[in-house]
């Protein structure tokens, strides 16, 4: 039976992490390791300065007093003893898209999937005014999960998956969408005339294109971005060569040009 490992950075009592745990169960044996807490927008962070701790929840269930990555790498050492055949985070309380997959801990659980063996997906849902219904997010992620255990995916590579509310149109493979980053900085003063911070969203605006993760859930698809660990930007290597090629590095002096 394959072994299916959940995560997600809402924390182990989020609704959206025993909805995809139920739906991911038709699949293989699925063990869930979350964090105790909330741990939204921590990025790919690895606890180094303080102890962790796991705890178990519930038969299969289990939280660690840290981040996504943290339960990752706790899930594969200590609790499953060996790899997983899938990694899947999620589901989280709104989209993962574009630029923004760099904050999300969501996608860091199955960014650290990539980079340690198993494969890995992050799954998102739109977030809106009304209650969230994990329905169709967890229907999507049982297909893309499916096709990944029985096809699988090239080393070092995941999935990041996008779901809009309600019914879809189906699923579209994307790239990442880009956006205009202006975050906001609320600065304020508390009773003791000390000051303090409030950073907020940025400014939503998408740079338009017909193949983008933003696009496509905004049309009402389901979508499903292949992403990896490695951020070389390969296209301006040749350039970099040819400029610095004119400098040369001596022995503890400045770069001279040659």
Known sequence: MKR???????????????????????????????????????????????????????????????????????AISSVLRGMPDLVVSGINKGWNLGDDVTYSGTVSG????????????????????????????????QVVAQSVLEKGLPSRTFLNVNVPQGATKGIKVTVQAR??????????????????????????????HDRSDFQAVRDGYISVTPLQPDLTAYNIIPALEEFLLDYSALPGAPYRKR
Do not use: M
Not at 8 to 15: E, K, L
Not at 35 to 45: M, W
Not at 179 to 201: A, C, L, M, S
């Open 179 to 208: 956006r205009n980053h202006i975050t906001k900085v609320d600065e304020r003063i508390d009773p003791r005339g000390q000051r303090y911070f409030w950073i907020e969203e940025g400014q939503n605006e998408w740079e338009p």
């Open 4 to 74: 299916i490992l959940v995560t997600n950075d809402d924390g182990v009592h989020s609704v959206g992490i025993k909805v995809l745990a139920d739906a991911l169960r038709s699949l293989g044996e699925v063990t869930v390791v979350a964090p105790l807490a909330e741990a939204s927008a921590i990025g790919h962070a690895l606890t180094l300065r303080r102890p962790l701790r796991l705890e178990t929840i519930s038969a299969g269930v289990y939280a660690v007093d840290g981040t996504p990555t943290d339960c990752v790498n706790i």
């Open 110 to 141: 199955a960014f650290e999937a990539a980079l340690l063996g198993p494969p890995g997906i992050a799954v998102s849902l739109q977030r809106t005014g009304e209650e969230f219904d994990f329905s169709e997010a967890a229907r999507g992620a």
